[in-house]
């Protein structure tokens, strides 16, 4: 009669070792490095020897645990011999074959012995044959739990790759055994963290997206911690892999992803990997869309309350990302009134990612605007500007977000009122250096941007000409039309506006130079600005003369509102008359653009007043108004034109003349524009169209922050 099973594994498994009760050492030397003795038990301790003994006792259990884990590694490699040799059928009978699998399940279930038994390749690959060729259940199931335990050691997982493919493990993702589908999955899931650049990309080719999606369901897993290994593994699939992006995108990942971070709000470790995989696929701009449409922002909104700093920055980094396809969105309120504590946070890839999302989501969204400013966001992000100001990667997006708050929206005077409440402005006009070219371009252009918002306040205006930000923006200045210059004659000739000038750190040099002109207007607006401008040296107020020449309108249209500023001075008028701008701004009078004619026949009209005699002022008066007309600029009746000029005295401005248009820069109707490079190496741009009368729009695109599970 044949010893039963369970006295033959009996047998077996005594023969190890009674060592493998022990614990693993790291857990309870944690645990014992937190056990300590309260001050009233020290009081009355007498002697040194009694104080020391509680330690003593410790450091002998940690010197017993670590000869517990040495014999654990020893009793398993002892039995390695004996385990091979029962899980080769042909020298096994089907019982030893289930009772070594058993054995070695147990055996690979601790770290010691783990460690040890992966090393030896040939029972791994025994494993796999027995898992490959027995009809017994019980044997494969066991077989299956040994073998997904003992892949948790690189080595072993390496051995597998052996004599299972990744497209045998791909394959049996569909295997009708859920042991078996979780045993390909776990596999799958260590190899591609052990061995990211071999087994990715095979991952890749044989189909495992499409797999790995399909099982993200409640449908096919049940247990959210298996889910979360199914999430990673597509995650890990994903990243940087832009074709791999839109294949998940096309089996429903958006979708699937929402409806779990819905129904297993509960579960910290699935929320975790599901904020993971939407930080990585939310760098795609068609994921954005589909996540944004999904109603990813409105479910991640709420683990911005948690606990774990780990899941809020996870979440932060996915809401960051897609927040530059989400500024339309208007129902943002406790998105917001969240975001605006994590502003001042400590850490600083959460206040990065704070205010990249404040920086997107109040781009051309005057709700968000008026919202964030109501929510005291001025002052979180000014303290945030001072906390972080020598890191770019904050600095950036903050002067983006503060020149989103101060233009175009109802409460924009407030968001002026309070930047200069908080004494920043000496912080931002320090950001206003010629060392930044080009290193820091896009800083350069967030701060121009905000610079030209805030000096349209009298009082702010003042204060940054004493700072000297008059004298910063004519350097950069300076410094952009030496770039645009060489640029345009490298290519041996003047760029038309449909025509691609070369990006410098992610920055147009173009648009640079609009921005600056944007700025040097506001700042214009107070006399003693006005006069430096008049008064540059080095030849910048014939460079703002050259660029009327320009083959670009937006350029054109931001030297006239400078122009038209400084000729409000008769030393302005003369400098502008002086340089020879009279007849190509008489030429602009003509334009087909309102603004742009509207712009010129204001600054000729007041060049005239200040230096002609009052016939000339007459005769000018009368064809800036007819050109006008013409123009379209001017519309009206037939009969008005017929009155008589003779009873008509000269007034201050030419009659009827349109007001000069109270912004300082005029939009287009339609133009490119760039994404802010973020806070990867290379930059990023993103087009988009522009809509009359609106900011200009600096978004910052997301990234994959590699991290490993």
């Known amino acids: 009669m044949q010893p039963s099973r369970s006295s033959k594994q009996s047998h077996i498994y005594q023969s190890a070792h ?35 003994i509680p330690y003593i006792e410790g450091l002998a259990k940690a010197i017993e645990m670590v000869v517990n884990f040495r014999d654990d590694a020893l009793a398993a490699i002892a039995n390695v011999p004996k385990l091979t040799r029962l899980l080769n059928p042909d020298i096994s009978s089907m019982e030893h074959q289930y009772d070594a699998c058993v054995i070695l399940h147990k055996l690979a279930d601790r770290e010691a012995s783990r460690n040890s038994l992966a090393s030896y390749s040939e029972l791994t690959q025994s494993l796999v044959r027995l898992l490959q060729t027995t009809q017994d259940i019980n044997t494969q199931t066991e077989a299956s739990l040994a073998l997904r335990k003992l892949c948790y050691a690189r080595p072993a997982a390496s051995a597998v790759r052996a004599s299972l493919s990744v497209a045998n493990l791909v394959q049996l993702l569909n ?26 990309p095979e991952v890749r080719q044989c189909g495992g997206p499409i797999q790995l999606a399909s099982l993200l369901t409640p ?34 990942i958006c979708e699937k992803i929402v409806y779990l971070l819905q129904i297993f709000n509960d579960k910290y470790k699935l929320q975790h990997a599901l ?156 950001l206003l250096h010629l060392q930044s070219f080009p290193s820091q371009l896009p800083l350069v252009k967030a701060v121009a941007g905000l610079v030209r918002n805030i000096a349209l306040s009298r009082k702010c205006r003042r204060d940054l000409h004493q700072l000297g930000a008059t004298g910063q923006l004519l350097s950069l200045f300076q410094r952009a039309t030496e770039v645009y210059e060489e640029a345009t004659r490298q290519r041996s000739s003047i760029l038309s506006d449909a025509s691609e000038l070369s990006y410098i750190e992610g920055v147009r040099v173009e648009d640079l130079l609009e921005i600056l002109l944007a700025a040097l207007h506001s700042m214009a607006k ?11 040296s080095g030849g910048t107020f014939g460079c703002i003369v050259h660029y009327l020449y320009s083959s670009s309108e937006f350029l054109q249209r931001a030297a006239l509102g400078l122009l038209n500023e400084v000729s409000v001075s008769s030393e302005g008028s003369r400098a502008i008359e002086k340089e020879g701008a009279i007849p190509r701004i008489t030429d602009l009078v003509h334009s087909e653009n309102p603004k742009t004619a509207t712009y010129s026949a204001s600054i000729l009209h007041r060049v005239a007043v200040m230096l002609k005699p009052p016939e000339y ?65 290379s930059p990023r741009l ?21 991290q490993m599970i």
Request: charged share 25%.
């Open 686 to 706: 993103n087009n988009h169209v522009w809509r009359s009368s609106e900011e200009l729009r600096v978004l910052l695109e997301g990234r994959e922050a590699p």
């Open 526 to 536: 107070h006399s003693l600005a006005r006069v430096q401008i008049v008064q540059a």
């Open 18 to 52: 009674t060592s493998q009760n022990s614990l693993f050492l790291s857990e309870e030397t944690r645990k014992l490095s937190l056990s300590s003795h309260s001050p009233e038990e020290l009081e009355h301790e007498k002697t040194a020897v009694q104080c020391l």
């Open 175 to 200: 295997h009708p055994t859920e042991t078996i589908l979780l045993t390909a999955l776990s596999i799958l899931h260590k190899q591609m963290l052990f061995f990211p650049e071999e087994v990715r």
């Open 275 to 430: 904020a993971r995989l939407v930080k990585v696929l939310s760098v795609s701009s068609e994921c954005k869309r589909g996540f944004v449409e999904a109603g990813a922002v409105q479910v991640l909104t709420q683990h911005l309350t948690s606990t774990h700093n780990s899941l809020v920055l996870e979440t932060l980094w996915g809401l960051r990302n897609m927040s530059d396809h989400a500024f339309h969105l208007t129902d943002t309120k406790e998105l917001l009134n969240l975001l605006v504590p994590l502003v001042s946070s400590p850490v600083e890839n959460i206040a990065i990612c704070t205010v990249g999302c404040l920086c997107n989501l109040t781009c051309q969204n005057a709700v968000n605007k008026a919202t964030l400013i109501e929510l005291d966001g001025v002052p979180a992000l000014c303290g945030c500007l001072v906390s972080f100001l020598s890191r770019d990667e904050v600095t950036e997006p903050v002067c983006s977000a503060l020149r989103n708050l101060t233009h175009q929206n109802d409460h924009a005077a407030l968001a002026v009122q309070q930047i200069h409440e908080c004494g920043v402005l000496e912080q931002i006009v320090s």
């Open 617 to 681: 002022q007459r005769r000018l008066s009368k064809e800036l108004r007819q050109s006008l007309l013409d123009s379209g600029v001017l519309r009206e009746e037939a009969e008005a034109e017929e009155e008589n000029e003779e009873a008509v005295q000269i007034p201050p401005t030419p009659p009827r003349l349109p007001d000069v248009p109270r912004e300082p820069l005029p939009h287009p109707a339609s133009r490119s524009t760039l994404l802010e490079i973020d806070n990867s190496v």
């Open 219 to 252: 449908d096919k897993i049940s247990d959210p911690s298996w889910l979360a290994i199914c999430t990673d593994a597509i995650r890990m699939t994903a990243y940087e892999d832009v074709e791999t992006k839109l294949i998940l995108l096309d089996c429903d």
